[in-house]
């Protein structure tokens, strides 16, 4: 095993955290940035889209400027339905897919310590995003390959990620095997508009469409491309939204299209647009699928937001 030297933080009573545990393996290589080390472990496994995995490095290496005010706006939105029972300072953390780590920044003042995971290049974006953070530790590794034993954690959590894994379900049952029995895990998968009407509908099947081409285009056409269609495409729907709120119309605000980014930034909605057409793996799912699956994974005590991002959803480990 890889023996860990202790970590010192100073916000924690104790001064210390000895909760961090060892690798069950040692990585395959360790880097050393300006901030911390890097652990790089393999990704390969048969539950894993090697092209998705480049092209979201690609992704977050782009978008690496989240400023606090947006990180800590967003945190707000995906955990509304935390308590201070699921994260506080004795909770030991695992962020499955950090991607730039602007959920693992957010939780690092309310958690004891978080371990951040990401099978890509973004990983980096997430060391320079976190900085001086003390009480986290980033690794390079898959959800197939993490090199934690099981029942380790008191709080797991995927945002965002399981969605563009082949195996969805799977999955989400190899990320509860890492929690602990009583501990929580949280998750977002993209829903599959199941409450919209015909309009929405045809308007997604449209978008679809325009992902599965836009998805395979090079690199630099790509991102091209969605920062045009979250011009053509996003804004009008944005624009609409918020002049519908300027003349106090909010329930018809809330009925437009993307309704979730009027109160977004550009920044984010250009990010969110490549994140949307720019890979060529997603599922979306139903609220009964999601409470399915994670009841299927021995998870109990499900909440589901009514709020958006749709759907994000907490339960307990039996």
């Given at each position: 095993?890889?023996?860990?030297?202790?970590?010192?933080?100073?916000?924690?009573?104790?001064?210390?955290?000895?909760?961090?545990?060892?690798?069950?393996?040692?990585?395959?290589?360790?880097?050393?940035?300006?901030?911390?080390?890097?652990?790089?472990?393999?990704?390969?496994?048969?539950?894993?889209?090697?092209?998705?995995?480049?092209?979201?490095?690609?992704?977050?290496?782009?978008?690496?400027?989240?400023?606090?005010d947006l990180v800590e706006k967003g945190g707000r939105e995906y955990f509304d339905i935390l308590s201070d029972d699921m994260v506080n300072k004795t909770t030991y953390v695992l962020d499955i897919g950090c991607g730039t780590g602007r959920w693992t920044k957010y939780l690092t003042s309310k958690a004891g310590f978080i371990e951040a995971?990401?099978?890509?290049?973004?990983?980096?974006?997430?060391?320079?995003?976190?900085?001086?953070?003390?009480?986290?530790?980033?690794?390079?590794?898959?959800?197939?390959?993490?090199?934690?034993?099981?029942?380790?954690?008191?709080?797991?959590?995927?945002?965002?990620?399981?969605?563009?894994?082949?195996?969805?379900?799977?999955?989400?049952?190899?990320?509860?095997?890492k929690l602990k029995k009583g501990g929580f895990f949280f998750v977002y998968l993209y829903y599959n508009l199941e409450d919209r009407g015909p309009f929405y509908t045809v308007l997604f099947k449209i978008s679809d469409l325009i992902r599965r081409i836009v998805s395979r285009l090079p690199g630099k056409l790509k991102h091209f491309v969605c920062d045009l269609l979250a011009i053509v495409f996003y804004m009008p729907f944005v624009w609409a939204g918020r002049f519908c709120k300027l003349m106090g119309f909010n329930n018809l605000a809330k009925r437009m299209p993307l309704h979730g980014y009027q109160n977004r930034s550009f920044f984010m909605i250009r990010n969110d647009t490549l994140d949307r057409f720019g890979t060529r793996l997603e599922q979306r799912f139903s609220k009964e699928q999601i409470t399915e699956m994670m009841t299927s994974a021995g998870l109990t005590d499900i909440i589901i937001s009514p709020g958006i991002p749709l759907y994000h959803a907490v339960g307990k480990k039996t």
């Open positions: 095993m890889y023996k860990l030297k202790p970590f010192i933080l100073p916000n924690s009573k104790k001064g210390f955290l000895n909760m961090v545990c060892e690798f069950l393996r040692f990585p395959d290589k360790i880097i050393r940035t300006k901030y911390r080390e890097i652990n790089l472990f393999d990704i390969d496994g048969k539950n894993i889209d090697k092209k998705v995995v480049g092209e979201f490095g690609e992704e977050w290496l782009k978008f690496t400027n989240h400023d606090d995971v990401d099978p890509s290049q973004a990983i980096f974006a997430a060391d320079e995003l976190l900085g001086n953070i003390k009480n986290v530790r980033l690794s390079q590794a898959s959800v197939e390959t993490l090199p934690f034993a099981d029942e380790t954690f008191d709080f797991v959590m995927s945002i965002g990620v399981l969605h563009h894994i082949p195996d969805t379900r799977q999955a989400l049952h190899d990320c509860v095997k």
